[in-house]
């Protein structure tokens, strides 16, 4: 494909240019938040390839994670200030098109597997035309905005609906493409169009998987409402001489081409529920559950789309239909296995639940998603072994939650979730929610607290998912400056346990001795990744030994000043980057009566000229700090700089191999281990020790220290007098100049090249991940933290927001318990999922240690797991599927999408286990050892 040159040749052959990279960067923006200002359906976007838009990103001086437009569903751009670039060529979208050869229209399309952010990017119809206007090139991809779900969620429509039309008549095949908004009329027409027919003697057919599910009368109704899928198949019969053509060939059957009668259309849909249920029918469970109990006309207001219900053949089980996937839909197929193979919901869903259907609710979806999973749960369990196609499910699960229409992979926890939500919402009991103001504990009981939590979240929330799958846990929030305790107790669905390798970080800090008693040494800590600078400080702490009247004071070095001080004992540490470079000055431990001294370092560098006063004052080496002794006057500055840098005097100290301001293979703690223990005192000069602190011949003035007082950001600096005021308890700043004398008498080496708080680019010998257990998330979960700086606690007390320590306990344990591993971590910079296995428990979970309810102690906390959600392969796709135990039959099944079967127990425990489903089970003692021993389940 050739792509014009852009801009206007010149007589010369230069190009002429329409304005500056910085008029183009504020037209686009300007452009963009106007277009923003003014969405609504049918606004025309453009698709341009991110290769060509990141040049011309670059090239304009934004930065590259500056997104200027509708936000993408990828935000895994570095935030770095691009450079200047060269102008980019041409618009060059001849990498992300891919034009079927098969298509009857002219439209360009798209490669499948394009995201958003990642290989292109959207942009308004008035910024394409002016980057064509300036750059010409293309190919131009327009396409329309549409609005999804009740809510009217607005979203650009990359990819069209396509369509496989098959001709009864000639069994010629073609493809359409239309918006999944377009209506059954619009489809008529394109159709009868193509083919030179009159509308009213043609007849669509829904032909999914190749079969006659449904006509599709010439109507309103658009695409999407009638359940139509992406890449499926429709078949035109045409009307001739009073019959329509029927292909009975295409289906296989080995027929020729036949004429059938005009009859009316009758729908071939059969609701779930009635007759079908006890035909043919057995699911394990007792038959008292269905038998008698037919659903209720409600049923029957469900749209048309649904598939034929074939009853199940003689000797068939229930509960083994797998789900056919519609396009990457194994994320939905995966957790909806899970879920109607969980006992107490297919109990409740076997049976007449209409009369809890809770149509005015206004957080559910009217009722509609409740009787759409549950009439998919009946044809999984009625079916036998014949795999579903879940179509007219994800239909209502995309009007009522956008984000998961289309075609793209997504998370099956996110699902789960949403199902839960709104199973509960669309089954809630309580039609009229009543108000309750949520009230301190204030010293009251915990059981009391508790119990009242409880009754008040029921009287607004009562349902069968309630009944279930929704517990307790106890939150306590304690105020980092006053003390004050918070206690609430808040219900949950389930629990997202975090892997303990996803909490911690390994980080290097140079730890100083602030009077000059010993050399700088690196230590390599282990510290939470969501943890404070209070934690690293600690870390460091036990790691050099630090004394009981000692303190750290933690820093962050950049360009050899100090960038600033990590003060604040919350601060927290994922502010720290691993390229970053922290340090550790151990002080007297005197608080706000220690007057620091900041010493930072320059040297005189002589440019290429003959004249000296062209020379100029940079800065090296890591600053200092320190403390006086007297800070009435600036007598005591030479002093306390002369003790700081006597350890680094090359008369005074032995060199050892072991010891040095970097790292090798290993962190610098362990060098020091290797040369002499930790705790021991480093090599002291001979004319320096702790107890004499008097030094005449090491006066900064003897060496010819030049001294300055600089300005808070060292941009001038000026004499130091002897009787200067210094008020006690101030930061004071120096600035301390390096001569070639100074360079002979101490080795600055020791104060070059600080390490990296995570050096990434060590090869490190990769070693076998250790399994961890499920009790270790559990207990990582738990634990005491700080609540993150965006998600700060208004203290009561205070009356301002705090940075509170939270801890969590688990209060009360509901009948189905679900575990999510976050394997996924996604951040700003980075995403990544973790394959650690996790060792969890089969059978016998017991988690009556985590309970701290003691009037729950009495119930069983005991707990056996019976479906699994999997995830294989990596980000931005992978693969789904389940593990379910059917608790009649004691045997596992693998659910892998359309296709099912038998696993053994040994086989099911994987890395990629991703959300683990527990039932309650009832124990009992032991008579013979006294322990508690399974009985059965609950359900």
Known sequence: MTIPDSGNMMENGS???????????????????KADANL???????????????????????????????????????????????????????????????????????????????????????????LSEWYKGGPALPRKMISLGVNNNFSV???????????????????????????????????????????????????????????????????????????????????????????????????????????????????????????GYSTGYNSSLY??????????????GYDVLRPAAKGDRGGLAGLQ????TCFMNSAIQCLVHTPLLVEYFLRDYTNEINRQNPLGMHGELALAFGDLLRKLWSSGRTAIAPRAFKGKLARFAPQFSGYNQHDSQELLAFLLDGLHEDLNRVKQKPYFETKDSDGCPDEEVADEYWRYHKARNDSVIVDVCQGQYKSTLVCPVCNKISITFDPFMYLSLPLPSTLTRTMTATVFYGDGIGLPMPYTVTVLKHGCSRDLSQALGIACCLGSHECLLLAEVYEHKIFKYLDTPLEPLTSIKDDDHIVAYRLPRKGAELTRLEICHRYQEKCMTDNFKASERKLFLTPLVTYLEDPQTGAG???????????????????????????ENGSASEAVEESMDSCSTLLEPESYSKDNTEQPEMSSRDLSFQLCIADDKFLSCRPIAKDLPIKPGRLVKVMLDWTDKEHELFDSSYLKDLPEVHKTGLTVKKTRQEAISLFS?????????????????????????????KKLDLWRLPETLVFHLKRFSYSRWLKNKLDTFVNFPIHNLDLSKYVKSKEACAGSHVYELYAISNHYGGLGGGHYSAYAKLIDDNRWYHFDDAHVSPVSEAEIKTSAAYVLFYRRVKVQPNAAVGEPSQIHGTS
């Open 637 to 663: 500055i030479d002093l306390a700089v002369s003790r700081i840098l006597s350890p680094l005097r090359k008369k005074a100290f032995f060199t050892s191999p072991s010891i040095s301001c970097g790292m």
């Open 40 to 130: 609504k359906e049918g606004n025309l976007y453009y698709v341009i390839s991110n290769r060509w838009f990141m040049d011309w990103q670059k090239y304009t001086g934004h930065d590259i994670d500056a997104y200027p437009f509708p936000e993408p569903s990828s935000a895994s751009w570095p935030l770095v200030l691009s450079k200047t670039a060269d102008r980019p060529g041409p618009i060059d979208n001849t990498d992300i098109v891919s034009n079927g050869s098969d298509c009857v229209d002219d439209d360009l399309q798209l490669h499948r597997t394009l995201e958003e952010g990642r290989d292109y990017v959207l942009v308004p119809r008035e910024v394409w035309e002016k």
């Open 15 to 33: 190009i002429e240019l329409p304005c500056t990279p910085e008029e183009e960067k504020r037209i686009v923006t300007e452009l963009t938040k």
């Open 291 to 304: 038998q008698g109990n037919t659903l209720s006309s409600a049923f029957t207001d469900m749209e048309d």
């Open 325 to 328: 996937n519609l396009g990457n």
């Open 157 to 279: 429509e990359v990819f069209p609906l396509c369509l496989k039309l098959t001709d009864s008549k000639d069994k010629s095949q073609s493809v359409l493409r239309l918006s999944k908004k377009a209506s059954l009329h619009e489809l008529y027409e394109r159709v009868c169009g193509l083919k030179g027919i009159q509308p009213e003697k043609a007849q669509i057919w829904d032909y999914f998987n190749k079969q006659k599910h449904m006509v599709l009368s010439d109507s309103d109704q658009t695409l999407e409402e009638s359940s139509l899928q992406m890449d499926q198949d429709i078949l035109l019969e045409v009307q001739v001489d009073g019959f329509w053509t029927s292909g009975f060939g295409l289906e296989s059957t080995g027929n020729e081409l036949a004429l059938v009668p005009i009859e009316p259309v009758r729908s071939s849909v059969t609701i779930a529920g009635g007759p079908a249920l006890s035909n």
């Open 777 to 805: 998330c559990l207990d990582t979960f738990l634990r005491e933290e700080p609540l993150g700086p965006d998600d700060m606690w208004y203290c009561p007390r205070c009356k301002e927001h705090r940075q509170a320590t």
